[in-house]
């Protein structure tokens, strides 16, 4: 009933409207050793696993308003940074590390990220030449979940993806929350039969993928201590908040002339390039991908808030931030571009969002966060003139100790492979330079390690 | 006003306003000014040439259209079968009769001129210096690529305006000589001597030439000032 | 017997002159890569004067601007090897001034690179009124080696 030794972590198994489900279980104090750091000795007291992820949004930042000035421990938030004020000490931010083109052209929101995560400049999508690092990470720590990685986009579109393992061939991404829900409780890939099942996320949602697995709920609440009890509550509450959340995405829409039902829930409801439904559906993502993680479902992840080029608009305005950070005069009184600052500050908000919702799981003796380490990143710095000097880098987590966050960093205009070989090494690969041509580094960032 | 005397001796006939006198004239020393400040590297003098010159040049083409009747593009600009009639039976004999105003081959040189000023004037606007430290007042609109383009034809159209004027001083020195008809006092007195049969000419009064001016001056300065970056 | 002699004297010279024509790829690369930056830094001091004439420069262009020019700057010299000039046969603005007199060449780099650093430095600074006189500065540089050793045509 409760397995630890699979490779799908600790679940619960059950029916629910004709199809299996299943429901992962946070790791509970029952399963870990006295100190809370590592598994039950009964469970083989290996460390509690530790994941990576990476997030992305579109089109940068406003340098001067983005850029702390402090460096080190306690640094200063600039305006487009004042959203991280609440997450602040999981976070550390590096500034002034570049991507050097090396002679090759500046493919406007392609070289800079592509640069940031394969190691190599590029100026062609076919040109790309190595992985990029969280598929290399996959491969290593991939192995001891489900999953061996989680490709997730905001944006509704499972082409939004920036994990591959050449220019060909991008892992395609689970688009809405609807799509990921489906797929961390709804699959069930032990039964053959049931290969092709696609439950009915509606009927998931409204009767509780927790009503599926009532009887062993109770069953494992019966053996668990008052603080585990406690923990698995606030757990099973919080699966039924989002289920909530999700059920209005799932709404049916007003009938239609013709009448026709739809057989399916749309994957996404309304228009989710505007700014505020985006924040939303990512959010909500957000608080799955911290189950889905907690549950060992996966170690590794990638989400897109936003594309490269960004696709964020607000409703009613049909410039959206990309153009504007093209088209839109620098407004002389406030020295910046006022449109272009608000859409950067709502991208960092949306930040602020997804740490904490990794921060709000308790996990052994800290959080899940604790036991993370995510790597933010947008495709360029000053998206007006596709600048991919100082490329805006945040990092969230302590990946289980071997991590410093809180800090800010300044790269001096060195390679920003530097922060990409750091994260491998942190991650325990073995590796002692990364990166092709100019890009080629041997030295970490020493700085946020502990 | 000119007398006619009964016994066909010369009289005196009205030919140039003021307007398109003091046009003709003020251009000289600027082009010269525009020049030589170029030469000397006092590029802010060279702009404001530069200005003056378009300035200029747009009031000409106002004045063009309705100024006095000498200075109508309608009144002097003919096609090609009037050229052709002209320099083949009329301008090479010693003694032909003089134009009222400009002739033919004299009026399409007037338009070649203006056009290469205005052409001049243009590329200036856009043009960067190769140290991509002085420019027009409008090169920021471009990249530098297209502001050295610029530039380059701004040197180039520069020399076929010398051309230009060089054949000009050489067509009045023809007139001098050949045909014996005297075109310089003319443009600095506004009158020739006319004999015969006097063409009726209508003169507009020099107080509009002044308004449309200053309405152009003013123009272009807030052309300049607010959406140029000297 | 003497038709062949001056036949191969005749391959053998045409042969000397292409191979005297033809440049080195080493020159040929050089004048290519000096023509690609000087045009580069160009274009980016165009820009940030651009700026400045607007009242009120954008720093978030001008920095990563004038750290090109400084970049690029600090490379020049190595794009003037011996035979780089006119006789190479290529299309060059350089001078033969610049072999014949090159100490003041060398010089006029030197200063160049120095004016370009300090402009790095004022943009880094985001003092707008350094970044004008450092912009003064390797303007002024930039016209005295032109005067000297970039022909005109």
Redesign the interface.
């Known amino acids: 009933m409760v397995d630890g030794t699979t490779r799908r972590g600790f679940l619960l198994r059950g029916v629910l409207g004709g199809g299996a489900v299943t429901l992962g279980l946070p790791l509970l104090d029952a399963f870990l050793n006295d100190n809370g750091t590592a598994f039950a000795a009964t469970l083989g007291g290996g460390r509690l696993p530790v994941r990576f992820g990476t997030w992305f949004w579109g089109c940068g930042m ?3 308003r983005w850029q702390p000035k402090t460096v080190g421990a306690d640094y200063d938030l600039p305006p487009q940074l004042a959203p991280i004020a609440k997450v602040k000490q999981h976070v550390s931010v590096l500034t002034g590390f570049d991507v050097l083109l090396d002679g090759k052209g500046n493919l406007p929101h392609l070289s800079g990220n592509t640069a940031v995560r394969t190691g190599a400049p590029t100026d062609d999508w076919l040109g790309i030449r190595a992985p990029t690092l969280d598929v290399l990470i996959a491969d290593a720590i991939g192995g001891g979940s489900f999953f061996r990685s989680l490709e997730l986009s905001a944006d509704g579109d499972a082409r939004t993806s920036y994990s591959f393992r050449d220019g060909r061939s991008m892992n395609s991404a689970t688009p809405s929350a609807v799509e990921f829900y489906r797929k961390i409780f709804g699959q069930d890939f032990n039964d053959p039969n049931k290969a092709d099942f696609k439950p009915d996320p509606r009927i998931m949602v409204r009767r509780s993928v927790l009503s599926g697995v009532t009887e062993q709920r109770q069953a494992l609440q019966k053996r668990l201590g008052a603080s585990d009890k406690a923990r698995l509550d606030q757990y099973f509450t919080s699966v039924r908040e989002m289920e909530g959340k999700l059920a209005l995405q799932l709404q049916k829409p007003p009938p239609a002339e013709a009448c026709v039902v739809p057989q399916e829930a749309p994957a996404v409801s309304g228009d989710i390039t505007d700014v505020d439904r985006r924040k939303n559906n990512h959010r909500l993502m957000a608080e799955m991908l911290a189950m889905a993680l907690a549950c060992n479902q996966t170690r590794v992840f990638n989400m897109t808030f936003s594309t490269a080029a960004s696709d964020l608009r607000q409703a009613g305005q049909t410039t959206g931030y990309h153009q504007s950070t093209h088209e839109e005069l ?1 407004d ?1 009184s406030i ?2 571009q006022p449109t272009v600052d608000f859409f950067a500050t709502r991208s960092m908000e949306a930040w602020a969002d997804f740490v904490s919702a990794l921060a709000a799981v308790k996990e052994g003796d800290g959080t899940l966060l604790d036991n993370m380490l995510v790597f933010a990143h947008s495709d360029v710095s ?1 998206a ?2 596709h ?1 991919v ?2 490329i805006p880098v945040m990092l969230a987590g302590k990946a289980g100790g071997k991590v410093k966050s809180g800090l800010h960093i300044q790269g001096g ?1 060195e390679t920003i492979s530097r922060v990409g070989l750091t994260l491998q090494q942190v991650m325990g690969m073995p590796v002692d330079s990364w990166g092709l041509d100019a890009m080629n580094t041997k030295r970490p960032v020493s700085e946020i390690l502990a | 006003m000119a007398e006619a005397d009964v016994s066909g001796a010369p009289a005196r006939l009205r030919i140039w306003d003021l307007p398109t006198r003091l046009f003709h004239w003020t251009l000289v020393p600027l082009l010269g000014l525009a020049w030589w400040t170029a030469e000397e590297r006092m590029l802010d003098w060279h702009r404001l040439a530069g200005y003056s010159i378009f300035t200029l040049l747009v009031f000409r083409l106002i004045w063009g259209v309705a100024g006095s009747s000498t200075a109508r593009f309608s009144h002097f600009v003919g096609g090609p079968v009037t050229l052709f009639r002209y320099v083949r039976g009329h301008m090479f004999h010693r003694g032909a009769a003089p134009a009222p105003g400009h002739n033919p081959v004299g009026g399409w040189s007037v338009l070649a001129m203006i056009a290469l000023l205005a052409a001049q004037v243009c590329l200036g606007f856009f043009s960067v210096d190769i140290d991509g430290m002085e420019s027009g007042p409008f090169a920021y609109l471009v990249d530098f690529e297209t502001g050295r383009v610029a530039a380059e034809w701004h040197e180039f159209v520069f020399n076929v305006i010398l051309a230009l004027t060089a054949l000009h001083v050489v067509a009045i020195l023809f007139y001098l000589i050949h045909r014996r008809d005297n075109l310089v006092g003319p443009m600095i007195s506004g009158t020739r001597r006319w004999t015969g049969e006097q063409p009726v000419l209508r003169f507009a009064p020099a107080w509009m030439a002044l308004v449309i001016f200053l309405l152009v001056a003013g123009g272009t300065w807030l052309l300049i000032a607010q959406f140029g970056r000297a | 017997m003497k038709r062949s002699y001056s036949a191969a004297f005749l391959a053998f010279s045409m042969l000397a002159s292409y191979a005297a024509y033809a440049a080195a790829p080493a020159i040929t690369n050089a004048i290519k890569a000096r023509q690609a930056s000087y045009k580069e830094i160009g274009g980016a001091f165009k820009s940030i004067n651009d700026e400045l004439k607007s009242g009120a420069p954008d720093m978030n262009s001008v920095k990563p601007l004038a750290r090109d020019i400084a970049a690029r700057a600090a490379l020049l010299p190595k794009y003037f090897p011996k035979g780089s000039g006119p006789e190479a046969g290529l299309k060059t603005r350089a001078k033969p001034e610049i072999w014949k007199d090159n100490a003041a060449f060398v010089k006029l780099q030197g200063d160049m690179i120095t004016a370009a650093r300090a402009l790095d430095a004022a943009a880094a600074s985001g003092n707008a009124a350094g970044l004008s006189a450092a912009r003064n500065t390797l303007g002024g540089t930039c016209k005295s080696c032109h005067d000297r050793f970039r022909a005109e045509l």
């Open positions: 406003i340098p001067d620098i002389r020295g910046y000053y007006k003139n600048d000097l100082g205009g």
